[in-house]
């Protein structure tokens, strides 16, 4: 593909997501335009009415570890676009600065929390697997979030949706991690004197399509898009997490103290409004079960 088709490719993308973004927005402001009048926003929010969940704590690791992507995807979103757009003057250095900070943060954090789920005492993969009743209660789940179904079914920690997202976030943020390093086309790297840019596209994607540079640029390509993929679903996310579960956001952000109902001493197993509990019967028998096993993506 030649340069010329290369920026038309990126121009395009500028106008698909600066379109699609607002357009997601108002799409969210409907939904909570939903809540209001299906009286679900009266219930949470004035009734105070949350999902009750029947999970040990969550530990303070993949809470910490969570923060801190939080922070740093937010940080990456804005020096990335930065160096885009340059939206004021003489904040190159310092944006790119910014951004090769998050990214390191961002690929250890990422390996700590699949060590996490994975490799430690208590590791907590299974939260996250979509299984076959997944699978089957997903129009359910679908319903109950377009106004449909009053309620979901409550098979586990996260429904199908959040485990989706979850786990879309993994390669997505490998993907990302490998684009991101392939940018870096200047400096080489000792010993084997190579840039990031040889060693992750050049050699392969180079020879196939022409040129280091030009494989560099499709590199970009993609790192622009999955940056707006970030975006959309992060929005999405925050959105869900605030609205439909904010008992349990309060908790994950270690301030249950602002839960009314640990004010008034009524947090205990319940009724979940909104939950069609569903016993599981191959329970995550070894896992961790967090305490905030709300219903958001
Ligand atoms: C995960 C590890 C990541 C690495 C290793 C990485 C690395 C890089 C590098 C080296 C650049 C070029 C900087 C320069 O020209 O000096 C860049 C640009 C950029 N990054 Fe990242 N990044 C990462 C994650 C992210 C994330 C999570 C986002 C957003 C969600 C993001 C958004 C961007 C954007 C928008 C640009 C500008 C691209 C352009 O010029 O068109 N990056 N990144
Ligand atoms: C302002 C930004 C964010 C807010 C307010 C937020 C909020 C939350 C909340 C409240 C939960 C708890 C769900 C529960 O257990 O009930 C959660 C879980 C989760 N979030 Fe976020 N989140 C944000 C950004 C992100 C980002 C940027 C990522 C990924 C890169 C992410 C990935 C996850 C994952 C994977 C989980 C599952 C729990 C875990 O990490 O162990 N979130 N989020």
């Not at 106008?15 to 357009?23: E, G, K, Q």
């Not at 390093?181 to 084997?192: D, G, M, S």
């Not at 609205?243 to 994950?252: G, I, K």
């Amino acid at each position: 593909m030649s340069t010329l088709i290369l920026t038309q490719v990126n121009v395009w993308l500028d106008v698909v997501f600066f379109t699609l973004y607002p357009i997601v927005l108002v799409a969210l402001g409907v939904h909570f335009l939903g809540n209001v009048l299906t009286g679900r926003a009266y219930r949470r929010f004035v009734k105070w009415q949350w999902p009750e969940h029947d999970h040990a704590p969550i530990k303070a690791l993949p809470k910490f570890l969570h923060f801190q992507h939080l922070v740093c995807i937010g940080l990456l979103v804005l020096s990335g676009l930065y160096i885009r757009f340059p939206f004021f003057t003489g904040g190159r250095p310092f944006m790119r600065g910014v951004h090769y900070f998050a990214m390191t943060v961002v690929m250890v954090n990422l390996i700590w929390r699949l060590w996490f789920a994975y490799g430690s005492r208590v590791r907590d993969y299974r939260e996250f697997v979509v299984n076959r009743r997944d699978i089957t209660t997903m129009p359910q789940v679908l319903m109950y979030y377009v106004f449909i179904k009053p309620s979901k079914p409550h098979l586990g920690k996260y429904n199908v949706m959040q485990k989706s997202t979850y786990i879309l976030f993994v390669p997505m943020l490998i993907v990302q991690a490998l684009t991101g390093l392939a940018l870096l086309e200047f400096w080489k790297l000792p010993v084997i004197n190579m840039t990031m840019s040889d060693l992750i596209v050049g050699w392969w994607l180079g020879p196939l399509i022409g040129s280091t540079s030009l494989a560099v640029a499709y590199a970009r390509i993609v790192h622009y898009v999955i940056n707006w993929l970030f975006i959309l679903l992060v929005t999405i996310h925050v959105y869900l997490s605030v609205s439909e579960d904010f008992a349990a956001f309060l908790d994950f952000f270690g301030l249950g103290f602002l839960d009314k109902r640990h004010a008034q001493g009524k947090a205990g197993p319940a009724a979940s409004p909104g939950h069609t509990p569903i016993p599981a019967p191959n329970a995550l028998a070894d896992d961790v079960h967090g305490a905030t096993g709300s219903d958001l993506l």
